[in-house]
């Protein structure tokens, strides 16, 4: 088993924690994870990442964990500001590959959209194109699937709700949204329930959301979505858990328009929303075959 290690990163933007495996000079692999989790929820994913050669690093996004926790910088343009400057502190000059679950995926998009130079392969897990996403929100099947968004709006409850028993609600909602609880020891949440056990850091987390509806109810933020996004030129492949209760599997429909490339697909029977947490070995699996056979093995020891 390829060893985790945590890393500590100081960029131009803030400071953030990490976790890594593999050669550092293999192919660089960036994971972003979603909401309301942490780089932790990779944990099983790295190792064979490092395994098969890559670079692999996990980190926790602005606001979460071990990273800086400012109090404003939640819009997509910083957030995949953070990105980029980590793939640049990471692998100077060259490209990388990015996967995002979630929240991370939608960071991964922008940083595919607007900053195509630093993304060589892009994997999205259970997170729609952003497009996409603005688009069919309003479908009445996907409003109710995303009610939590709009609870999210309102000032202080959410965070109250999401702290109180030292954030004792956030293991229960991941749980909810498993199909198979069993899959995922109780110990194996607790760090996100340490997360979020004061009302500051859930704050932080209930930014990503607050920062993007109201950003797409500007007349800026729907024309930038009427407008749409530059075509992503990576690579693409979205991997989707089928029984997602947040979003709808009509999200993944119609891609193209967004992608050089023709986008691939894969969905899997049976998983949930928190695909890396829930399949993991599905999910390391899918993205050694898709980012390249050619890394280099890493040595045994």
Same mark, same amino acid.
């Given at each position: 088993m390829v060893p985790l290690a945590t890393l500590s990163l100081s960029l131009p933007s803030l400071r953030m924690k990490a976790l890594e495996a593999g050669p550092a000079h293999g192919p660089l692999v960036l994971l972003l994870h979603g909401f309301p989790e942490l780089s932790e929820s990779w944990r099983e994913v790295l190792p064979v /990442? =490092?395994?098969?050669?890559?670079?692999?690093v996990a980190p926790d996004l602005r606001g979460y964990g071990g990273t800086d926790r400012p109090k404003h910088g939640y819009d997509l343009d910083t957030l995949a500001a953070d990105i980029y400057q980590l793939a640049r502190h990471l692998q100077p000059g060259r490209p990388v590959h990015v996967v995002g679950h979630d929240w991370g995926g939608a960071i991964a998009y922008h940083l595919a959209a607007r900053h195509p130079e630093v993304v060589d392969? %892009? !994997?999205v897990i259970?997170?729609?194109?952003? !497009?996409?996403?603005?688009?069919?929100i309003w479908n009445?099947?996907? %409003?109710?699937?995303? $009610?939590?968004m709009f609870f999210f709006q309102l000032p202080w409850l959410p965070e109250k709700k999401l702290s109180q028993n030292h954030g004792a609600a956030v293991p229960r909602s991941i749980r909810r949204a498993l199909v198979d609880s069993s899959r995922v020891p109780p110990e194996r949440l607790q760090p996100y329930a340490d997360n979020f056990a004061s009302p500051e850091a859930a704050r932080a987390? /209930?930014?990503?959301?607050r920062t993007a509806i109201r950003s797409l109810l500007t007349? $800026? =933020?729907l024309r930038r979505m009427r407008e749409g996004y530059p075509r992503i030129r990576a690579p693409f492949l979205l991997i $989707?858990?089928?029984e997602d209760v947040a979003l709808g599997r009509e999200l993944t429909y119609d891609l193209e328009p967004w992608f050089e490339h023709p986008p691939q697909v894969r969905y899997l029977p049976n998983v949930g929303h928190? !695909?890396? %947490?829930?399949a993991p070995e599905q999910v390391a699996s899918l993205l050694t075959e898709f980012l390249g056979v050619e890394a280099p093995r890493a040595q045994a020891h």
């Open positions: /990442l =490092g395994a098969a050669g890559f670079h692999a392969r %892009l !994997v259970n997170c729609p194109h952003p !497009v996409v996403m603005a688009r069919r009445p099947a996907q %409003l109710a699937r995303s $009610w939590y987390a /209930l930014a990503y959301y007349p $800026w =933020g $989707w858990g089928e928190f !695909v890396p %947490l829930e």
